[in-house]
C-alpha cells in the first residue's frame, strides 16, 4: 500500500514537472520575442515600415459633423528637450518651433500639410500629443521620425464630413 501511494506521488511530480518545463519554455520564448520586436521598432526605419504596412494612425469617426474650419492640434518632441533647431511647417510656412517647450499646439485646416524640419545633428520624434475630435489625420499617436538635418511629413489633415 506503501508502495502505491509512493508510485502515485511520483508519478505525479513526474506529470507536474513536464507541464512546468512545457509552460516555463513558452514564458521564454514568448519573452525573448517581445524583447526581440521592442529592440527591432527602435531601429528608425523599421518603425517606420511598421506604421506604413500599417497605414499609420487614422482615428475612427464617432459621429458625421460639418467639415471644419479650424482644428487644433498639439505635437510632442521626443527627446524631451527644448531644441530651437526643429521647427513645424503647415504648407510650407513655419509656424512654431520647440525652443521654449516640447508641446506646440498649432492651427490646421482640412488638406494642410504638417512638416518637421529637423536642422540639428540627432534624430527627433515628433508625436501627434492631442487632436481635435472631427480631425482623423494627424490622429493622436501617430509620429515622425525626423533625421538630422531633414524633413519629415505628417499625412495630410482629414476632417469628418458630412454626409451618408
Avoid at 135 to 144: M, S
Wanted: neutral net charge.
Amino acid at each position: 500500500m506503501h508502495r502505491d501511494k509512493s508510485a502515485t506521488r511520483d508519478s505525479y511530480h513526474t506529470f507536474a514537472a513536464r507541464i512546468d518545463n512545457y509552460v516555463l519554455s513558452i514564458a521564454v520564448g514568448c519573452a525573448s520575442m517581445l524583447l526581440l520586436v521592442q529592440a527591432a521598432l527602435q531601429v528608425p526605419a523599421i518603425h517606420r515600415a511598421v506604421d506604413e504596412w500599417r497605414s499609420g494612425f487614422v482615428a475612427v469617426p464617432t459621429q458625421t459633423k460639418a467639415p471644419i474650419q479650424h482644428a487644433v492640434v498639439e505635437l510632442a518632441l521626443a527627446p524631451d528637450q527644448v531644441s530651437p533647431n526643429v521647427s513645424v511647417l503647415v504648407n510650407g510656412q513655419k509656424v512654431s518651433d520647440f525652443s521654449k517647450s516640447v508641446l506646440v499646439t498649432i492651427s490646421l485646416q482640412t488638406s494642410d500639410y504638417v512638416t518637421i524640419q529637423n536642422d540639428s545633428n540627432h534624430v527627433v520624434y515628433v508625436t501627434v500629443n492631442q487632436s481635435d475630435p472631427s480631425l482623423l489625420v494627424p490622429a493622436p499617436g501617430q509620429r515622425v521620425i525626423v533625421g538630422p538635418n531633414s524633413l519629415a511629413n505628417f499625412p495630410a489633415a482629414q476632417s469628418q464630413t458630412t454626409g451618408a
